[in-house]
Protein backbone atom coordinates (compact mmCIF):
# COMPACT_ATOMS: atom_id res chain seq x y z
CA UNK A 1 0.00 0.00 0.00
CA UNK A 2 1.42 3.53 -1.18
CA UNK A 3 0.82 6.07 1.21
CA UNK A 4 -0.28 8.43 -2.01
CA UNK A 5 -3.13 6.50 -2.52
CA UNK A 6 -4.64 7.29 0.67
CA UNK A 7 -4.03 10.94 -0.04
CA UNK A 8 -7.38 11.96 -1.18
CA UNK A 9 -9.46 10.18 1.37
CA UNK A 10 -7.43 11.80 3.94
CA UNK A 11 -7.93 15.22 2.24
CA UNK A 12 -11.76 14.42 1.97
CA UNK A 13 -11.68 13.68 5.83
CA UNK A 14 -10.11 16.97 7.10
CA UNK A 15 -11.84 19.36 4.11
CA UNK A 16 -15.40 19.84 5.94
CA UNK A 17 -13.55 20.75 9.16
CA UNK A 18 -11.23 23.40 7.90
CA UNK A 19 -13.89 25.12 5.27
CA UNK A 20 -15.66 28.23 6.21
CA UNK A 21 -19.22 29.52 6.20
CA UNK A 22 -18.79 30.92 2.24
CA UNK A 23 -18.50 27.07 1.19
CA UNK A 24 -20.42 25.08 4.05
CA UNK A 25 -23.49 27.83 4.49
CA UNK A 26 -26.21 26.30 6.90
CA UNK A 27 -29.49 26.08 7.02
CA UNK A 28 -30.92 24.99 10.48
CA UNK A 29 -29.63 25.81 14.36
CA UNK A 30 -29.39 22.89 16.90
CA UNK A 31 -30.26 23.66 20.42
CA UNK A 32 -28.12 21.37 21.99
CA UNK A 33 -29.25 20.43 26.05
CA UNK A 34 -27.31 18.15 28.72
CA UNK A 35 -27.63 16.12 31.57
CA UNK A 36 -25.05 17.23 34.02
CA UNK A 37 -24.59 14.26 35.79
CA UNK A 38 -24.12 12.48 32.10
CA UNK A 39 -21.71 14.87 31.79
CA UNK A 40 -19.69 14.25 34.67
CA UNK A 41 -19.87 10.54 34.09
CA UNK A 42 -18.40 10.40 30.16
CA UNK A 43 -15.50 13.46 31.50
CA UNK A 44 -11.75 12.24 31.66
CA UNK A 45 -11.40 14.61 34.26
CA UNK A 46 -12.91 14.70 37.76
CA UNK A 47 -16.19 16.40 37.40
CA UNK A 48 -18.40 17.80 40.33
CA UNK A 49 -21.86 19.00 39.23
CA UNK A 50 -22.40 22.57 41.38
CA UNK A 51 -24.69 22.50 44.16
CA UNK A 52 -28.36 23.67 42.96
CA UNK A 53 -27.56 22.64 39.09
CA UNK A 54 -30.17 20.07 39.39
CA UNK A 55 -31.50 20.43 35.80
CA UNK A 56 -30.74 20.33 32.21
CA UNK A 57 -28.28 22.89 30.88
CA UNK A 58 -27.37 24.19 27.34
CA UNK A 59 -24.58 22.61 25.91
CA UNK A 60 -25.26 24.84 22.79
CA UNK A 61 -26.43 26.88 20.02
CA UNK A 62 -25.03 25.31 16.80
CA UNK A 63 -25.08 26.37 13.09
CA UNK A 64 -25.50 22.62 11.71
CA UNK A 65 -22.38 21.70 9.60
CA UNK A 66 -20.63 24.79 10.02
CA UNK A 67 -17.93 25.36 12.44
CA UNK A 68 -14.96 27.44 13.02
CA UNK A 69 -16.17 30.17 10.76
CA UNK A 70 -13.89 33.33 12.13
CA UNK A 71 -10.97 32.41 14.58
CA UNK A 72 -9.94 35.69 15.07
CA UNK A 73 -12.71 36.90 16.66
CA UNK A 74 -12.36 36.15 20.42
CA UNK A 75 -14.52 35.65 23.31
CA UNK A 76 -14.67 38.49 25.53
CA UNK A 77 -16.70 38.03 28.73
CA UNK A 78 -17.18 41.74 29.24
CA UNK A 79 -19.78 40.95 26.00
CA UNK A 80 -21.90 39.05 27.95
CA UNK A 81 -22.11 41.24 30.95
CA UNK A 82 -25.67 42.21 31.29
CA UNK A 83 -26.72 38.26 30.87
CA UNK A 84 -23.53 36.30 32.84
CA UNK A 85 -25.86 35.13 36.43
CA UNK A 86 -28.36 33.13 33.63
CA UNK A 87 -25.28 31.93 31.89
CA UNK A 88 -23.71 30.99 35.04
CA UNK A 89 -27.16 28.94 35.95
CA UNK A 90 -28.30 27.33 32.60
CA UNK A 91 -25.02 27.44 30.77
CA UNK A 92 -22.49 26.18 33.44
CA UNK A 93 -19.50 24.54 32.44
CA UNK A 94 -19.58 21.76 35.08
CA UNK A 95 -15.95 20.30 33.95
CA UNK A 96 -14.49 23.33 34.68
CA UNK A 97 -16.64 25.66 37.14
CA UNK A 98 -15.96 29.10 37.38
CA UNK A 99 -14.34 29.47 34.22
CA UNK A 100 -15.55 30.55 30.64
CA UNK A 101 -14.06 27.50 29.01
CA UNK A 102 -16.92 26.35 27.69
CA UNK A 103 -18.26 29.86 26.42
CA UNK A 104 -15.39 30.30 24.83
CA UNK A 105 -14.89 27.06 23.18
CA UNK A 106 -19.27 27.41 21.90
CA UNK A 107 -18.10 30.90 20.85
CA UNK A 108 -15.34 29.99 18.59
CA UNK A 109 -16.85 26.52 17.47
CA UNK A 110 -20.16 27.90 16.74
CA UNK A 111 -20.83 30.85 17.36
CA UNK A 112 -18.92 32.79 14.95
CA UNK A 113 -20.69 30.61 12.29
CA UNK A 114 -23.74 31.21 13.89
CA UNK A 115 -23.22 35.16 13.37
CA UNK A 116 -23.71 35.03 9.59
CA UNK A 117 -27.20 36.10 10.74
CA UNK A 118 -28.12 39.46 11.82
CA UNK A 119 -30.03 38.19 15.11
CA UNK A 120 -26.59 36.86 16.30
CA UNK A 121 -24.56 38.78 15.18
CA UNK A 122 -22.67 39.37 18.25
CA UNK A 123 -21.48 37.37 21.80
CA UNK A 124 -24.30 39.22 23.58
CA UNK A 125 -27.19 38.18 21.11
CA UNK A 126 -25.71 34.75 20.63
CA UNK A 127 -25.33 33.77 24.41
CA UNK A 128 -28.84 35.42 24.95
CA UNK A 129 -30.78 33.97 22.01
CA UNK A 130 -29.33 30.68 23.19
CA UNK A 131 -30.62 31.20 26.93
CA UNK A 132 -34.06 32.29 25.15
CA UNK A 133 -34.50 29.52 23.05
CA UNK A 134 -33.74 27.08 26.21
CA UNK A 135 -36.29 28.74 28.48
CA UNK A 136 -38.91 28.72 25.72
CA UNK A 137 -38.26 24.55 25.31
CA UNK A 138 -38.67 24.56 29.50
CA UNK A 139 -37.67 21.08 28.84
CA UNK A 140 -37.10 20.71 32.50
CA UNK A 141 -40.95 21.22 32.58
CA UNK A 142 -41.94 18.99 30.18
CA UNK A 143 -39.99 15.92 31.22
CA UNK A 144 -41.66 16.19 34.58
CA UNK A 145 -45.29 16.96 33.59
CA UNK A 146 -44.93 13.82 31.81
CA UNK A 147 -43.77 11.93 34.74
CA UNK A 148 -39.92 11.65 33.28
CA UNK A 149 -37.51 11.78 36.34
CA UNK A 150 -34.28 11.09 37.25
CA UNK A 151 -34.32 8.09 39.33
CA UNK A 152 -33.15 4.20 39.43
CA UNK A 153 -35.98 3.04 37.18
CA UNK A 154 -35.48 2.80 33.38
CA UNK A 155 -37.26 4.20 30.85
CA UNK A 156 -37.96 3.53 26.94
CA UNK A 157 -36.44 5.79 24.64
CA UNK A 158 -39.79 6.10 22.88
CA UNK A 159 -41.53 7.62 26.25
CA UNK A 160 -39.33 10.29 26.22
CA UNK A 161 -39.38 11.37 22.58
CA UNK A 162 -43.20 10.88 22.79
CA UNK A 163 -43.62 13.21 25.72
CA UNK A 164 -41.60 15.65 23.80
CA UNK A 165 -43.19 15.17 20.70
CA UNK A 166 -46.56 15.99 22.19
CA UNK A 167 -46.06 18.67 24.05
CA UNK A 168 -43.39 20.87 21.58
CA UNK A 169 -44.61 19.42 18.31
CA UNK A 170 -41.26 18.64 16.88
CA UNK A 171 -38.89 15.83 17.13
CA UNK A 172 -36.41 15.97 18.96
CA UNK A 173 -32.84 14.30 18.85
CA UNK A 174 -32.05 12.17 22.09
CA UNK A 175 -28.91 11.17 22.51
CA UNK A 176 -27.09 8.62 25.01
CA UNK A 177 -24.07 7.78 26.76
CA UNK A 178 -22.69 4.87 25.05
CA UNK A 179 -23.14 1.38 27.57
CA UNK A 180 -20.12 0.27 28.33
CA UNK A 181 -19.24 -3.41 27.85
CA UNK A 182 -21.11 -6.07 29.76
CA UNK A 183 -23.70 -3.40 30.50
CA UNK A 184 -27.14 -3.34 28.71
CA UNK A 185 -28.64 0.10 29.80
CA UNK A 186 -27.73 3.32 27.69
CA UNK A 187 -27.60 6.73 30.04
CA UNK A 188 -29.06 9.96 28.70
CA UNK A 189 -27.11 12.66 27.82
CA UNK A 190 -28.27 15.13 25.39
CA UNK A 191 -31.23 16.36 23.74
CA UNK A 192 -30.92 18.39 20.64
CA UNK A 193 -34.11 20.70 19.16
CA UNK A 194 -33.50 21.83 15.78
CA UNK A 195 -34.78 25.50 14.35
CA UNK A 196 -35.24 27.34 10.88
CA UNK A 197 -32.93 30.28 10.97
CA UNK A 198 -36.08 32.40 12.07
CA UNK A 199 -36.26 30.59 15.21
CA UNK A 200 -39.22 28.15 14.78
CA UNK A 201 -39.05 24.62 15.57
CA UNK A 202 -38.14 21.90 13.09
CA UNK A 203 -38.32 18.13 13.31
CA UNK A 204 -34.33 17.03 13.91
CA UNK A 205 -35.14 14.63 11.58
CA UNK A 206 -33.52 15.31 7.99
CA UNK A 207 -30.94 13.32 7.27
CA UNK A 208 -29.98 11.78 10.77
CA UNK A 209 -28.22 8.31 10.16
CA UNK A 210 -29.69 5.64 12.52
CA UNK A 211 -25.94 6.37 14.45
CA UNK A 212 -24.98 9.41 14.53
CA UNK A 213 -21.61 10.51 16.58
CA UNK A 214 -21.47 13.87 17.86
CA UNK A 215 -18.23 15.08 19.01
CA UNK A 216 -17.64 18.09 20.98
CA UNK A 217 -14.60 19.09 23.11
CA UNK A 218 -11.38 18.86 20.62
CA UNK A 219 -8.61 19.61 22.03
CA UNK A 220 -9.60 19.55 25.77
CA UNK A 221 -11.34 16.53 25.62
CA UNK A 222 -14.21 17.87 27.59
CA UNK A 223 -17.03 16.26 25.97
CA UNK A 224 -16.69 13.02 24.20
CA UNK A 225 -18.98 11.05 22.38
CA UNK A 226 -22.63 10.34 22.48
CA UNK A 227 -24.98 8.60 20.11
CA UNK A 228 -28.80 8.64 19.23
CA UNK A 229 -30.42 6.52 21.95
CA UNK A 230 -30.47 2.83 20.81
CA UNK A 231 -34.58 2.15 20.97
CA UNK A 232 -33.99 -1.45 21.60
CA UNK A 233 -32.38 -0.64 24.89
CA UNK A 234 -33.34 1.09 28.19
CA UNK A 235 -32.85 4.27 29.30
CA UNK A 236 -31.07 5.25 32.56
CA UNK A 237 -31.81 9.24 33.79
CA UNK A 238 -29.28 9.29 36.86
CA UNK A 239 -30.31 11.83 39.88
CA UNK A 240 -27.75 14.09 40.33
CA UNK A 241 -25.04 13.39 42.81
CA UNK A 242 -23.36 16.72 44.24
CA UNK A 243 -20.05 16.45 45.40
CA UNK A 244 -19.87 19.46 46.88
C1 LIG B 1 -13.60 38.05 11.99
O1 LIG B 1 -13.73 38.72 13.22
C2 LIG B 1 -13.00 39.92 13.31
C3 LIG B 1 -13.12 40.41 14.74
O2 LIG B 1 -14.46 40.59 15.11
C4 LIG B 1 -13.57 40.90 12.30
O3 LIG B 1 -12.84 42.12 12.35
C5 LIG B 1 -13.45 40.28 10.92
O4 LIG B 1 -14.09 41.13 9.96
C6 LIG B 1 -14.12 38.93 10.88
N1 LIG B 1 -13.84 38.27 9.61
C7 LIG B 1 -14.80 37.77 8.82
C8 LIG B 1 -14.35 37.11 7.59
O5 LIG B 1 -15.99 37.88 9.12
C1 LIG C 1 -17.07 28.48 42.16
O1 LIG C 1 -17.61 29.67 42.67
C2 LIG C 1 -18.51 29.47 43.75
C3 LIG C 1 -19.15 30.81 44.10
O2 LIG C 1 -18.24 31.86 43.96
C4 LIG C 1 -17.73 28.85 44.92
O3 LIG C 1 -18.60 28.63 46.01
C5 LIG C 1 -17.15 27.53 44.45
O4 LIG C 1 -16.35 26.96 45.48
C6 LIG C 1 -16.29 27.71 43.21
N1 LIG C 1 -15.95 26.39 42.71
C7 LIG C 1 -14.70 26.07 42.36
C8 LIG C 1 -14.47 24.68 41.93
O5 LIG C 1 -13.78 26.88 42.36
C1 LIG D 1 -42.85 17.05 12.76
O1 LIG D 1 -43.32 15.87 12.16
C2 LIG D 1 -44.64 15.53 12.58
C3 LIG D 1 -44.99 14.15 12.02
O2 LIG D 1 -44.56 14.01 10.72
C4 LIG D 1 -45.60 16.60 12.11
O3 LIG D 1 -46.92 16.31 12.51
C5 LIG D 1 -45.18 17.92 12.75
O4 LIG D 1 -45.98 18.97 12.29
C6 LIG D 1 -43.71 18.23 12.44
N1 LIG D 1 -43.32 19.37 13.24
C7 LIG D 1 -42.70 20.43 12.74
C8 LIG D 1 -42.35 21.52 13.71
O5 LIG D 1 -42.43 20.53 11.56
Redesign the pocket.
Known amino acids: MFAWMLLPLFVALILPETSDCASHPWHLLILSQQWPQTVCLMASEACKVPRAVDYWTVHGLWPKRAQMCNNSWHFDIKNVEDILSDMEQYWPDVIHPNSTQLWKHEWQKHGTCAATLETLDSQEKYFSKALDLYRNLDLNSVLQKSNIFPSSKYYMVEQIENAL ?1 SVL ?3 PKIQCMFPTKGVSVQTLGQIEFCFTKEF ?4 C ?1 EGVPNVHISREGGQHNTYSEYAVCDRSMQVSYPPIEHLY
Not at 200 to 203: E, F, G, H, I, P
Request: net charge neutral.
Open positions: VGATQLLNT
